[in-house]
C-alpha cells in the first residue's frame, strides 16, 4: 500500500524510481509547456497523481500552454469546474513574519512564477504544529522547513501532506507575478 496525495493506493504495478525519472524527462506530462517540476516536488507522488487522473492534470497544463501567462490579467479562471480552476496574482510579496505555513486536502498546489522571484517554504505537514484546523480547504501549521528562491522554468507541487509557506520577498523582487492551479486530489482506494 502506497500512500499517495494523502490517500492510500495499492498500485497496479510497482512504479521504480528510474521509471518516474524517465517519464518526467520524457514530458509526457507537460503537454507542450517548457517548464520543469522543482527539485522539492515528490516525484512518485507526481506520477501516481497524473496517471490516476491524467484528464485533469492535462487541463491544467494545457492552460498554461495555451495562454500567454506574462500578459494574462489577474483573477481566477476556471478550467474544469471546481475540480481545476487557476488563479492569477501579482501583489507584493510578504515579509517572512507575515507569511503562513499552510496545506490542503481537497486540492494539489501548481505553483509557478511568471515573473520575478519569491521563497517558498517547504515541509512535511505530518511533523508540523495545527495553528488553524481546516477551514474550507486550507490549514495553518507552525513547521520547520526547507527553503528555496524560485526558479524561471520551475514549478512547485503541493500535495496534502506538503506544508508550504509561499510568497515570501525574495531580495531584489517585492512585485510578484504568479499563477497557482488548484488541481483535485483523486481519491483512489
Not at 507537460?30 to 515528490?42: D, K, M, Q, R
Not at 490516476?52 to 494574462?72: P, Q, R, S
Request: proline residues 4%.
Amino acid at each position: 500500500m502506497v500512500a499517495i496525495c494523502g490517500y492510500a493506493q495499492q498500485p497496479s504495478k510497482p512504479v521504480s524510481a528510474k521509471k518516474i525519472d524517465k517519464w518526467i524527462q520524457h514530458r509526457e506530462w507537460a503537454n507542450g509547456v517548457t517548464i520543469n517540476p522543482h527539485v522539492s516536488v515528490n516525484k512518485a507522488a507526481f506520477y501516481e497523481a497524473y496517471h490516476t487522473n491524467k484528464k485533469v492534470w492535462d487541463a491544467a497544463f494545457d492552460f498554461m500552454k495555451t495562454h500567454d501567462l506574462v500578459t494574462i490579467a489577474t483573477g481566477k479562471y476556471a478550467i474544469m469546474g471546481d475540480t481545476v480552476f487557476a488563479s492569477i496574482t501579482e501583489e507584493p510579496s510578504k515579509k517572512m513574519e507575515d507569511a503562513k505555513w499552510e496545506s490542503h486536502k481537497k486540492y494539489i498546489d501548481l505553483q509557478y512564477i511568471i515573473k520575478g522571484k519569491e521563497i517558498i517554504g517547504v515541509a512535511d505537514a505530518s511533523k508540523a504544529t495545527i495553528t488553524k484546523p481546516y477551514t474550507l480547504d486550507a490549514m495553518n501549521y507552525i513547521a520547520d522547513g526547507t527553503y528555496y528562491t524560485t526558479d524561471s522554468g520551475t514549478f512547485f507541487l503541493f500535495f496534502p501532506n506538503d506544508a508550504h509557506r509561499p510568497v515570501i520577498k525574495a531580495d531584489g523582487y517585492d512585485v510578484v507575478k504568479k499563477i497557482v492551479i488548484k488541481i483535485i486530489v483523486a481519491k483512489v482506494e
